[in-house]
């Protein structure tokens, strides 16, 4: 295993979280990037620091809202300066909300495509030239069964924000493989606890279209979600495993990552389909002469 500077978003606490503890453990310089880490955040980074010292582990704190091209910029400039390199990207930072589609207002619907989304382009926009300097690097996308598998009700702007998510992950795949960088795609299904995932979801801001919904032919279907989702989860479901197939995927000699893999105790389905659609996209680049995008050039 070669020890590797990483750097996990919106890692205060969840799958980033989680992630970020069990990277360093395996033995990798691991920043740990989440915003506000003087104020709301402060608990997460003392949280943090102190594992580092309790497991002898290299795990740092830096500040880094997705949310914000300056503290993005400043935040990779900051780890590049400190550890003089980056190797792999965890893009983890996401948000959640749940309610009829039609009581969230288009500006909320933006917001949750910035922070699920447009995260992901400001990091790579200031990480990427320092990673295709070095010829060689890993981004791993913490996407979602939601994509491609069952969607159940009133998780729309999460889906649809997760699913464009996804599709720029693919698309940044066959653009960086040439420069060296690998990518690799963790699929989880919906793990309702142990989490902070759900208890932390975004709700309408037309309560009042909302409420229209809570009677009427959709009286009952919220609760009905989310109670069903619950019980097609295994009791022994553990979003640990999460992090564990990230380590996993950082710990594989370079060239032999997987470009997808499913965390999915419910199995919803998206393995399959996902399996469909990376197939096609296969035999898509192998008949326009481009097969070679897919798998990253060893320029060590």
């Known amino acids: 295993m070669t020890k590797q500077v990483i750097v996990v978003t919106g890692a205060s606490r969840g799958f980033g979280a989680m992630s970020a503890r069990t990277l360093s453990t395996a033995g990798h310089t691991v920043y740990a990037g989440m915003r506000s880490t003087e104020t709301r955040n402060a608990k997460a980074v003392a949280d943090a620091a102190a594992f580092a010292t ?97 969607t159940p009700p009133y998780l729309s702007p999460y889906f649809a924000a997760k699913a464009a998510m996804d599709s720029l992950a693919v698309s940044y795949a066959a653009e960086l493989s040439r420069w060296g960088i690998e990518t690799s795609i963790v699929v989880p299904g919906a793990f309702t606890k142990g989490t902070n995932h759900f208890a932390h979801s975004g709700s309408p801001a037309d309560q009042v279209r909302a409420a229209e919904y809570n009677d009427g032919p959709y009286k009952g279907v919220a609760d009905k979600a989310l109670q069903g989702l619950a019980a097609l989860e295994p009791v022994d479901a553990d979003p640990v495993s999460v992090a564990a197939a990230v380590v996993d995927i950082v710990n594989k000699p370079f060239g032999t ?23 096609v996209r296969a035999e898509l680049f192998r008949n326009i002469g481009l097969a070679d995008l897919l798998k990253p050039v060893d320029n060590a």
Request: net charge negative.
């Open 54 to 150: 309790e497991h002898s582990v290299d795990l740092r704190s830096v500040e880094l809202d997705v949310a914000s091209n300056a503290s993005v910029e400043a935040g990779i400039a900051n780890i590049i300066a400190e550890a003089g390199r980056l190797d792999v990207i965890i893009h983890n930072a996401g948000h959640m909300s749940f309610g009829p589609a039609e009581a969230f207002t288009p500006e909320q619907f933006a917001e949750l495509f910035d922070i699920n989304v447009l995260s992901t382009q400001r990091i790579n926009r200031a990480a990427l030239p320092y990673m295709r300097k070095q010829g060689k690097g890993l981004i791993v996308w913490i996407s979602s069964s939601s994509t491609r598998g069952g």
């Open 257 to 279: 990552r997987p470009f997808r893999i499913h965390i999915d105790p419910s199995q919803d389905g998206a393995e399959i389909v996902n399996g469909v659609a990376d197939r």
